[in-house]
């Protein structure tokens, strides 16, 4: 059974504070990794995707990939109330003829004024 | 401007009775799929349409059903609902499949569709 793992949370970080969101994956050859952000009662929506090992930035956001750890990371700088949402990482498992997400259950994060 | 639309946004039925839930886009992507999330779970794939290739989950039950009728359209049955099927149903597409040598293509997701069912 292919798994990804995150610390349900809740994350609870001061505004304008660097905000650190993590997650574990068992299959060791996943190529392909998300990010989503869901707020409460919503759909998921992108935030960034990672395929290479390192850091990849995009404004305030910055994903970090170790495929030899199996690990992959959210950083979100200068944290604002409005970033308060559940983080869902999801990676592409790939059975059969083509891969599919799979999703961890996400890491709910609270961003105080 | 929506891209993927989902009908209705909430739905109430009763146990037992048959209800189908909408998805349409306007991105005309190859692939659309069908996650449920219950509540502080994580989405889980039902199963997905690449162009009319149905592909359904292992463990999907046969409650669950899926029509694509055109590249716009798809559509969730539930045959028989359960308590066990309130949930949000949510649609989603991708331009294609992700490859087997890495990579793939960025999932969007519709808003979802609450079903209540007493």
């Known amino acids: 059974q292919k798994e990804v793992e995150q610390n349900s949370g809740p994350l609870s970080v001061p505004e304008g504070a660097i905000a650190s969101l993590n997650c574990t994956y068992s299959?060791?050859?996943?190529?392909?990794f998300f990010w989503y952000r869901q707020y409460s009662g919503k759909s998921p929506e992108l935030i960034m995707f990672?395929?290479?090992?390192g850091d990849k930035e995009d404004g305030r956001f910055t994903a970090q990939l170790n495929k030899a750890s199996q690990y992959v990371s959210l950083l979100i700088r200068d944290s604002q109330p409005s970033d308060s949402a559940t983080y869902l990482c999801a990676v592409v498992n790939y059975g059969g003829s083509q891969g599919n997400l799979i999703f961890g259950k996400g890491t709910k994060l609270s961003v105080k004024p | 401007d929506a891209m993927v639309i989902q009908n209705p946004r909430y739905q109430v039925t009763q146990f037992g009775k048959p209800v189908t839930l909408s998805c349409s886009q306007t991105l005309n992507h190859n692939v659309m799929y069908w996650y449920q999330q219950k509540s502080s779970q994580a989405p889980k794939l039902l199963f997905h349409y690449y162009d009319k290739d149905f592909n359904n989950e292992a463990d999907t039950p046969d409650n669950f059903q899926s029509r694509r009728p055109n590249t716009s359209f798809c559509f969730l049955d539930i045959r028989s609902p359960g308590l066990g099927d309130a949930a949000m149903y949510l649609c989603?597409?991708?331009?294609?499949?992700?490859?087997?040598?890495?990579?793939?293509?960025?999932?969007?997701f519709g808003p979802g569709t609450r079903l209540t069912v007493l």
């Open positions: 990672i395929y290479s090992n």
């Open positions: 299959d060791r050859g996943s190529q392909s």
């Open positions: 989603a597409t991708s331009r294609d499949r992700a490859p087997l040598n890495g990579g793939a293509d960025t999932q969007y």
